[in-house]
């Protein structure tokens, strides 16, 4: 024969701590929230949008530490002396119909000494607008993996 067993009823939820729960969400979102008596003012985005395009041509300086160790670097497709990598800059500059955006393509093994020349060199040529970049490390192989 089967045992009966008599149904419990679950335990009530206690709902004295719901009201501090609620009443400390209340002040953490007082104190959190800013209050401010500020208007809006109204802003006129044709004036922003005018004066801040830039040349649909950006300019790009690509340079390795192998290249600039022999002095050299790559603009427009051309390896030239970094002395003279400024000066072009600016004079491809001043052609442009806009400011000018100007990415400096650097190698991951690149000295910061010649990444800083560089900067530097740009900076007196006037170049306000320079965009750093660089090649994500390569992943190594199953063979070269460090192993744990």
């Known amino acids: 024969m089967k045992k009966l067993t008599k149904k419990r ?4 939820i206690p ?12 002040v953490f979102y007082l104190a ?3 209050v401010t008596d500020q208007k809006q003012r109204p802003v006129d985005l044709t004036a ?3 004066g801040n395009k830039n040349s649909p041509y950006p300019l790009i300086i690509y340079l390795d530490k192998e290249m600039a160790d022999s002095g050299r670097a790559y603009f427009f497709n051309d390896a030239v002396p970094l002395e003279e990598l400024p ?3 600016q004079e491809r500059a001043a052609f442009a119909p806009a400011a000018v955006r100007v990415f400096l393509n650097i190698g991951r093994d690149l000295p910061y000494t010649h990444m800083n ?8 040529a006037g170049i306000s607008n320079l965009v750093i970049t660089t090649n994500p490390a390569e992943k190594p192989t199953p063979a070269e993996a460090p192993t744990i």
């Open 87 to 89: 000066g072009l800059v």
């Open 15 to 26: 709902l004295s701590a719901m009201g501090d729960i609620a009443f400390l969400l209340l």
């Open 117 to 124: 020349d560089i900067i530097q060199a740009l900076k007196e």
């Open 32 to 34: 959190t929230t800013m």
């Open 9 to 12: 009823k679950p335990p009530p």
């Open 48 to 50: 922003l949008e005018a």
